[in-house]
Structures are given as C-alpha cells and as structure tokens.
C-alpha cells in the first residue's frame, strides 16, 4: 500500500508541465551572440492560487511560523530576503549555461555585462509548494522572459512566457527557497534548449 502511495505521487507530480509561449519576435539574433546580459526583476509577482502579494504572503507566512515557534518567522524572512539572489538567480544562470555548454554552443548568460542584448527575467507567479514526507507538491514558477537591445530596451527583439515551471528535487525538500530556485532552474533550462533548437536551425 506504501509503494502505492509513493507511485502515486511521483506519477502526479510528472504530470507538471512547463507551458511556453513565444509572444512576439524571433531567435536569428542569438546564433551569432557569445555573451546576453541578464538582468532579474522581482519587484512584482504574485504569490499562491491567490495571487497574494509578495509583501502579502511574508506577512502571512511569518505570522504563521511565529505561532508555531516564537522568533522562526524572523530567521524565515532572512532566507527569503537573500533567496532571490542566492538561490533563485544563481540556479537560472547555472542552469542555462550548463545547457548550452553541453549542446556545445558559445553562448553564456551572465549579470552586469555590457553586450548588444540583455534578457530580462521578470518574475510573473511563484507557488512555492510543499512537502509532507511521502506527499508533496512541487514549486511552480511563471516568468516572462525578454530579449531586448541593451542600448535601447523598448526594443524588444524576443518575448516568450514561461508558465508553472516545475520545481522539486529528488527525494525530500523541506525548503520552499530552494523549489522554488529550482522551479527558476527548470525555465532555464527550457529556455536554453529551445534556443539550441530555434537559434541554430
């Protein structure tokens, strides 16, 4: 009954599934490019089925772990404060390249580079899951994704919206920070293999 349970499980969370969607634009301008700086904006995604705001779910959250353990909402709230910059945009990066490296293309995603293009990750929705032991639920993420002339950034090459990608980790993950930086890595890697497919046709 217990193996039933964990197939189950690992059978529903399979089902997840990245939706993408090019808006507008084309990927001609990547195949020649050897470096795209990358610039992250969390300043106003929405949080939960709710669509609570991200100074909405602290609160809440906070609260709730403080009732739980008086002072855990505190040291909670640290983590989330430096999870963007050290979980959630390093795991992007890291991911991104890796792929490309491995599909053997010289293109490398970096912050704070001067070059012709920059890709602007915008945070749209994050569901940071959960995880109870045997049941768990993965993190889900929606991005839109903007390729734009770093000179001029109105002028939008490449626009493509990543929906719910999927953020979990083999075996147990109590921490919401890291699936979500995996639902972050997830997109990454999305992205970069649709770059290798439209890119270098």
């Not at 749209?124 to 899951?129: E, H, K, L």
């Not at 979500?180 to 997830?186: L, P, Q, V």
């Amino acid at each position: 009954m217990k193996k039933l349970i964990i197939a189950c499980f690992l059978i529903s969370g399979a089902m997840f599934a990245q939706d993408i969607n090019i808006v507008q634009g084309n990927f001609d301008f990547l195949k020649d490019q050897k470096e795209i700086n990358t610039i992250f904006d969390y300043s106003n995604f929405t949080m939960m089925k709710e669509k609570k705001s991200e100074a909405q779910y602290v609160k809440e959250h906070k609260a709730d772990l403080d009732e739980k353990a008086k002072g855990n909402g505190n040291l909670w709230e640290k983590r989330w404060i430096v999870a963007k910059d050290q979980i959630w945009t390093p795991k992007f990066l890291e991911i991104a390249n890796i792929v490309l490296t491995k599909e053997k293309k010289d293109l490398n995603f970096q912050e704070g580079i001067n070059t012709p293009y920059t890709l602007i990750v915008q945070a749209v929705w994050i569901y940071p899951g959960w995880d109870a032991g045997i049941m768990k639920q993965p993190a889900k993420v929606t991005t839109n994704l903007k390729f734009v002339e770093t000179a001029n950034k109105s002028n939008v090459l490449l626009e493509i919206n990543s929906e719910e990608a999927p953020g979990d980790q083999w075996g147990s993950n109590f921490n919401n920070e890291t699936r979500i930086g995996e639902g972050f890595a997830k997109t990454a890697k999305t992205l970069s293999k649709l770059i290798v497919k439209k890119a270098y046709k």
